[in-house]
């Protein structure tokens, strides 16, 4: 095997090493049919940050960053449905919406967001993983 392809193969093997999220395992260790204070307990915020990354085609996560498709997340855990970014035009469904983004919340928007709120323009399926959706908010509630 030539050295290049060796030295290729390795920092793929490497790389791969370094996604794994122990996915597995972590949903394991929250026990049988856990329920979302478990997952959390077990939740990862660097595994939210690489799956937020699915969001990130219309959300920004950034101190001070324009809003996009979707307003930006940063310090979106634990304020008001549909008033974090009083520039954003959020739809009159979300903005009727009571509560605030807190973890049963996100999770159930994540889950599935036109019933959480039927009329939001959020057109996603939504993420279907429970342990995926628990390393999400953990992520956003670093980003407080």
């Known amino acids: 095997m030539p050295l290049r392809l060796a030295v290729l193969l ?7 090493g370094c996604t794994d999220d122990h996915h597995d395992e972590r949903l394991r260790a929250a026990g049988q049919n856990p329920s979302l204070d478990a997952l959390l307990k077990v939740a990862s915020v660097e ?19 324009l809003d996009k498709e979707g307003p930006n997340l940063f310090g979106a855990y634990g304020q008001p449905i ?11 469904a979300l903005k009727a ?7 049963p919340t ?8 036109q019933k959480l ?17 628990a ?3 953990a ?3 670093s980003k407080a």
Not at 47 to 65: L, V
Not at 82 to 92: D, L, M, V
Not at 118 to 132: C, F, N, R, Y
């Open 47 to 65: 595994a939210g940050e690489a799956k937020f990354s699915q969001c990130r085609a219309c959300h920004t996560i950034i101190q001070d960053a």
């Open 97 to 103: 919406t009571q509560g605030r983004w807190d973890a």
């Open 82 to 92: 549909g008033r974090h970014r009083p520039s954003y035009p959020y739809t009159a």
């Open 139 to 141: 992520f956003l509630r």
């Open 10 to 16: 390795l920092l793929a093997m490497a790389n791969a």
């Open 106 to 113: 996100l999770d159930a928007w994540m889950a599935h967001p």
């Open 135 to 137: 390393d999400i908010i």
């Open 117 to 133: 709120v039927p009329g939001t323009k959020m057109q996603i399926e939504g993420v279907h993983d429970a342990l995926d959706r």
